[in-house]
């Protein structure tokens, strides 16, 4: 891949002696620039703002960069920032753009980290998964996106008039997290329980001290986070400003999330308005998440029942509705849960998904874990028993 027909360098300063902005290896334009075999996260800046009608969402790599190098430093030489990237003439060319330079990134298992723009450069990254089995989250307070949105054509219908189709990706799986009822019809949320996707309330997110979306986030590929999905005192530059929403501590635990994720590819970071801004504080707080993010990936944990029986614990709970046991795994050094979803086809295409303490101990006293149950949904397409 030649760096320089698809990336700028982002001109940003190394901050001061020691700091993370001292400690990452920068692409700047050189001839030749390769990533080195130790890198474990590129950052990319998506200056993309077209689709909000220039609201200014384009200022936002430069600024949170510069709140990123300020930030105390991370393992050298696991970090590499490739700049910005270049913005084609139209939004359809920066979306094909964006998806070149991430699919190299992924084919070196290298993790990405987006800065932009307006949430739907997104979109870009997806198209980069194309024919892979793919699960997408979202951090926003709505499920559907504005007209035209297209990340709206992975989830509704789209007429016949949208100016973007779905992609050729194998199947797509949908999850929402922070949602807030006032900003939802309730044909959207029809639309995702018929097709089995995951919806999360923010009240019930809150509820559970986020522990219930943990397991979520495990499990999906990529994760984009709208900073409108962030309170207003806590991120004032947010391009909707709304007095509810997650607050910074909680948005930068689900960034850790991510990063601990062993399966996502990337995290993005959109719908910042700079010049909105308070004392910088909605950009210091995408610094920090984008900060624990990076933290998560180094800390990475590669185990998993999959590949890693030998340090797992296995329990089998006979369910009387359903005359069947279901499995869940524990792993002894992390303590963290996964479960076992049949499938009707035959037990090697049987899905094991990440799930939480409170799932297992639901399943002791008879309750079906909800994450269970979709998921049989969605792999089997019928029911054994009504819900």
């Known amino acids: 891949m030649n760096f320089a027909d698809y990336l700028i360098p982002a001109g940003c300063g190394t901050g001061r002696h020691g700091n993370f902005g001292d400690t990452v290896l920068k692409y700047q334009g050189q001839p030749g620039f390769e990533i080195p075999a130790s890198t474990k996260i590129a950052i990319i800046g998506v200056p993309e703002d077209r689709f909000s009608d220039g609201?200014?969402?384009?200022?936002?790599?430069?600024?949170?960069?510069?709140?990123?190098?300020?930030?105390?430093?991370?393992?050298?030489?696991?970090?590499?920032?490739?700049?910005?990237?270049?913005?084609?003439?139209?939004?359809?060319?920066?979306?094909?753009?964006?998806?070149?330079?991430?699919?190299?990134?992924?084919?070196?298992?290298?993790?990405?980290?987006?800065?932009?723009?307006?949430?739907?450069?997104?979109?870009?990254?997806?198209?980069?998964?194309?024919?892979?089995?793919?699960?997408l989250t979202c951090v926003s307070p709505q499920l559907r996106f504005s007209e035209n949105h297209p990340l709206n054509t992975l989830t509704f219908d789209q007429p016949e008039t949208s100016n973007f189709k779905p992609q050729t990706?194998?199947?797509?799986?949908?999850?929402?997290?922070?949602?807030?009822?006032?900003?939802?019809?309730?044909?959207?949320?029809?639309?995702?329980?018929?097709?089995?996707?995951?919806?999360?309330?923010?009240?019930?997110?809150?509820?559970?001290?986020?522990?219930?979306?943990e397991p979520v986030i495990r499990d999906s590929d990529l994760l984009a986070i709208s900073m409108d999905a962030v309170k207003y005192s806590d991120a004032p530059a947010a391009s909707i400003s709304s007095p509810n929403g997650f607050t910074g501590e909680e948005i930068c635990q689900l960034a850790f999330f991510a990063g601990l994720s062993h399966r996502c590819r990337s995290l993005g970071i959109f719908d910042m308005i700079p010049q909105n801004d308070v004392q910088d504080i909605t950009a210091k707080l995408a610094a920090q998440m984008a900060w624990y993010f990076i933290e998560g990936v180094v800390k990475r944990n590669f185990s998993s029942p999959e590949n890693d029986i030998q340090n797992f614990k296995k329990y089998l709970i006979y369910f009387d509705q359903l005359h069947h046991n279901l499995c869940f795994y524990k792993n002894m050094h992390t303590e963290r849960w996964w479960m076992e979803v049949p499938s009707l086809s035959g037990k090697d295409n049987n899905l094991?998904?990440?799930?939480?303490?409170?799932?297992?101990?639901k399943s002791a006293e008879q309750e079906i874990p909800d994450r269970w149950w979709k998921t049989y949904q969605r792999i089997n397409n019928s029911s054994i028993l009504g819900k």
């Open 55 to 135: 609201a200014g969402e384009i200022k936002s790599p430069g600024i949170v960069r510069r709140q990123l190098y300020a930030l105390s430093s991370v393992s050298q030489g696991t970090v590499v920032d490739l700049g910005n990237l270049r913005t084609g003439k139209t939004l359809t060319d920066t979306y094909y753009g964006l998806r070149d330079a991430v699919a190299e990134l992924y084919q070196r298992n290298i993790a990405v980290l987006l800065i932009g723009g307006t949430m739907d450069v997104f979109y870009g990254n997806c198209l980069a998964m194309e024919e892979q089995d793919v699960t």
């Open 169 to 213: 990706l194998n199947s797509v799986h949908i999850c929402n997290i922070g949602y807030q009822s006032y900003y939802v019809q309730q044909q959207d949320l029809d639309c995702f329980s018929d097709r089995h996707f995951e919806a999360y309330r923010l009240g019930e997110v809150r509820e559970g001290n986020l522990r219930g979306c």
């Open 352 to 361: 094991i998904i990440s799930c939480t303490q409170e799932d297992y101990v």
